[in-house]
């Protein structure tokens, strides 16, 4: 059975609606697209989408109570939500260096969490200089 | 003012004064990027005078990604984003006073500083470079009716609440604009668990990139509703729902098309406002449109030796802009500094018609042999499709730049190259907008 997908381009800010015509997960053909960019972006939106994952993880001792994180690499877009789960489960110790791995193989996707600043313990970081 | 600073100043002998070539007041990208351009152009004698606790700026608690594309070539986060900067400016010795306040900047470039350690401060700068960066509007711009319960905060601060502090503000949200701000904090919402119930738009378009509508937004079926907007906040301790009405083309409410959205938490994100206190104080003239002071191309505005670069001179869109912006000021406040800047006799007036509804810089004053060229940064007024940008003088068309769309949202750069510039049949520049079929 013959089916519409409809995808927003994201490749600039035009942002073309393309419609995607696919059967048994085979794409018949793709219209609406104006560039090549749109054209490569809707199949891989339609057969594997993936996002960047940015969020925060928590950290004992450290200038603040949270380091903000993010995937290494772009993670599949139905991981978001478990490696959310996965995060808010973890506990890091201060202090914490930019590219610190924090969450080894999220979700078992071959993909890390890693820190995205430096965070300072405590009595080292600039608020203790009280 | 004057009284009670004088008054300050006889009764604390011990008040530090000092002297530099250069002071920049904030110290968050416009002013790390300043006070870097300024180190590498051979000035040494910097001081940044930053609020907060650390350096950054609200790159600290925009955990995004998104930011650098233009600048770095690669896609980083807020906070890796102000370490790459936080990281030069160390690396350069540059003095830097964190929790520092500043109180007051002299037209004749007196700061004055205070904080917990020192006291008050009095630092004579040869250059001032105000990098105080914007601030948001809240509901009392908007003077939305309705009872003043808990629960209502401007998009950014429940940014700084979740990001930074580990705070979740509410359960269930609505959102007020869908400018990129809005639409970071309706995803960053759903993931910390939150019930986003709407982002409510008053315009027919949203304000932020398509990129954020689709990750932000369609991405958890969380709805955008254009041309409508929240008519009253409800509740007594804390907000308990929101009315929401459609408008017509001219922004009132239709009546009758009122409904309630149950939550206990609304996000305002309806825009930035430069933040000049300071600026006005010292004298700066500041731009109607803008809400930033009125600067030549090299960031010096009408006080003579103050510069000005980043949101408080311009709500930028990218980060990126705002570095490149801030190193023109930096660069330029140094090579005055070191005695380097030929003055034109008459300046360049840079004009633009009504197509477009700012453009940065106003005037054109000096004469830079090492500048290939020179960037005009600019808005149109409303959504258009296939136009040129087109750059004129005394009549004659110049240059044009064709966009495939041109936004509100988006800024727009036009570099001007320098033998244009040279060449020009009057001291003066006109930038316009026309549709592709009429250029």
């Known amino acids: 059975m013959t089916e519409t997908v409809e995808i927003t381009c994201i490749s600039c800010p035009l942002g073309c609606d393309i419609d995607l015509e696919v059967e048994d997960g085979e794409i018949l053909s793709i219209n609406g697209a104006t560039c090549p960019a749109g054209e490569e972006y809707a199949k891989e939106e339609y057969r594997n989408p993936t996002r960047t994952l940015p969020t925060t993880a928590r950290v004992k001792g450290g200038i603040l109570p949270l380091v903000p994180v993010k995937s290494a690499e772009p993670l599949p877009k139905g991981q978001l939500e478990a490696a959310m789960e996965e995060i808010a489960a973890v506990e890091v110790t201060a202090p914490v260096e930019l590219g610190d791995v924090i969450v080894e193989n999220v979700c078992g996707t071959g993909v890390d969490i890693v820190a995205t600043r430096d965070l300072p313990a405590e009595e080292s970081g600039p608020l203790a200089a009280d | ?181 809005g639409l970071i904090m309706a995803r960053r919402m759903h993931l910390e668990g939150a019930d986003v119930e709407a982002v409510i738009e008053i315009m027919p378009y949203t304000g932020g990139l398509t990129r954020n509508v689709v990750q932000c937004l369609e991405d958890f079926d969380i709805p955008l509703r ?116 030929e003055t034109r006799d008459e300046p360049i007036i840079v004009e633009k018609t009504d197509k477009l509804s700012y453009v940065v810089p106003d005037r054109i004053s000096t004469v830079d042999p090492d500048r290939e060229e020179l960037p005009l940064y600019m808005r149109v007024h409303a959504p258009m499709e296939e136009v040129f940008v087109t750059l004129s003088s005394g009549g004659e068309q110049l240059a044009r730049d064709f966009h495939r769309r041109a936004e509100p949202g988006e800024m727009i750069t036009f570099n001007v190259d320098s033998e244009t510039l040279a060449a020009l049949p009057e001291p003066r520049l006109e930038l316009d907008v026309v549709p592709r079929e009429q250029a």
């Open chain 2, 1 to 181: 003012m004057t009284e009670s600073r004088q008054a300050v100043t006889s009764t604390t002998d011990a008040m530090d004064r000092e002297e530099h070539d250069l002071v920049v007041v904030g110290g968050g990208p416009a002013g790390l990027a300043a006070a870097q351009a300024a180190y590498d152009e051979g000035v040494e004698d910097i001081v940044i005078l930053e609020r907060d606790f650390e350096l950054g700026g609200i790159l600290q608690q925009c955990i995004h990604n998104g930011f650098g594309i233009h600048y770095f070539d690669e896609e980083l986060t807020g906070p890796e984003y102000a370490q790459e900067f936080i990281e030069s400016v160390a690396e350069r010795g540059v003095d830097i006073r964190l929790e520092t306040m500043v109180l007051e900047v002299t037209h004749d470039r007196t700061v004055y500083a205070v904080n917990d350690e020192d006291g008050m401060t009095e630092l004579d700068a040869e250059k001032v470079i105000l990098a105080m960066g914007c601030r948001e509007r809240t509901r009392d711009a908007l003077d939305i009716p309705g009872s003043r319960p808990a629960g209502v905060y401007t998009a950014g601060t429940a940014q700084r609440f979740i990001n930074m502090e580990g705070k979740l503000p509410g359960e269930k949200a609505v959102i007020l604009g869908s400018g990129d701000i």
């Open chain 2, 226 to 341: 254009k041309q409508q907007t929240i008519t009253e906040i409800n509740g007594t301790d804390r907000v308990e729902s929101v009315t929401v009405q459609e408008v017509g083309d001219d922004f009132e409410p239709i009546p009758g098309t009122e409904y309630e959205i149950e939550c206990d938490t609304v996000l305002l994100s309806v825009g930035l406002i430069p933040e000049n206190e300071l600026s006005v104080d010292a004298g700066v003239d500041l731009h109607p449109v803008t809400g930033g002071p009125i600067v030549d191309e090299t960031r010096e505005t009408n006080v003579e030796d103050i510069y000005a670069c980043g949101n408080v001179l311009h709500v930028h869109d990218l980060v990126d802009w705002v570095t490149e912006e801030s190193m023109i000021a930096g660069r330029s406040a140094a090579r005055s500094l070191q005695n380097r800047v």
